[in-house]
């Protein structure tokens, strides 16, 4: 899947917030050894500096593009691309931080004690990812994949939620985790401008199917799911458009 880093970053307020509280939530003083999995364009890892300026931080992600940006910000961490699902330091380190990344990948009761495994002892993992996929903003992407010309290309990108309820995560940390703590939020964010449920999906999961698409399909399948959304999420009459948007959050020390 292919990354544009502006179309990501026209929302970065709201998708920096959770990375920002996920970052409160990790109970390290001095952490020497930190690594962004899944860092994109490193605002997150740019955080992690300013809280601990002495500590060595790698920034990882799979996307040349994103790591571009990241790198120009923030040119004293160490950025590799790679991929996450693979990826493994040479070292074990103190803390694994991963905002909005893992939710990409399969396999969560193999991958998830792995991670764990690359820590040191009282070192934390650290994850957020969405959880907002039976809401119609991803809903309605299924149902216009299902209703038109670009069908046999789109059905096969339509997966089951690809985070698990929280009893699961759970259960796949406890065995090898010493302390877990697992909550969601709802955040409610307030949007404005033309069509920004739209806007916001097109920087995310949208992408999936943009991708898979030739025009002139991409084009007529993108209109098809925006006069959807923007049904399902109406403009109020103070030019707000109100997106509900829940999150997962899992801080586990080894």
């Known amino acids: 899947m292919s990354w544009d880093p502006t179309q990501y970053l026209a929302f970065a307020d709201h998708r920096q917030r959770p990375a920002l509280e996920l970052l409160t939530r990790v109970p390290l003083d001095a952490p020497q050894h930190v690594v962004d999995l899944g860092c994109g364009t490193g605002s997150a890892t740019r955080a992690m500096r300013r809280r601990w300026p002495d500590a060595d931080l790698v920034g990882v992600d799979g996307s040349p593009d994103m790591l571009d940006r990241a790198r120009a910000d923030l040119p004293d961490a160490t950025w590799i691309e790679a991929d996450i699902g693979v990826w493994a330091p040479g070292a074990p380190v103190d803390l694994l931080y991963s905002n909005a990344a893992l ?56 997966v089951d939620p690809p985070t698990a309820p929280m009893a699961d995560y759970y259960d796949i940390l406890s065995p090898v985790t010493a302390e877990i703590d697992i909550w969601t939020v709802e955040y409610l964010q307030a949007l404005t401008g033309e069509n920004p449920v739209a806007e916001f999906t097109k920087g995310t999961w949208l992408r999936r199917f943009l991708d898979a698409l030739d025009e002139p399909l991409r084009s007529e399948f993108e209109a098809a799911y925006r006069a959807r959304i923007v049904d399902a999420y109406p403009r109020r009459e103070d030019g707000v458009t109100l997106f509900p948007f829940r999150r997962l959050f899992i801080v586990a020390i080894r």
């Open 103 to 158: 939710h990409w990948l399969d396999g969560h009761p193999g991958l998830f004690p792995k991670l764990a495994g690359h820590l040191t002892k009282g070192g934390c993992l650290a994850i957020q990812m969405p959880a907002n996929f039976t809401a119609p903003s991803h809903q309605l992407m299924y149902d216009v994949a299902l209703d038109g010309p670009w069908r046999p290309t789109l059905e096969p990108l339509i």
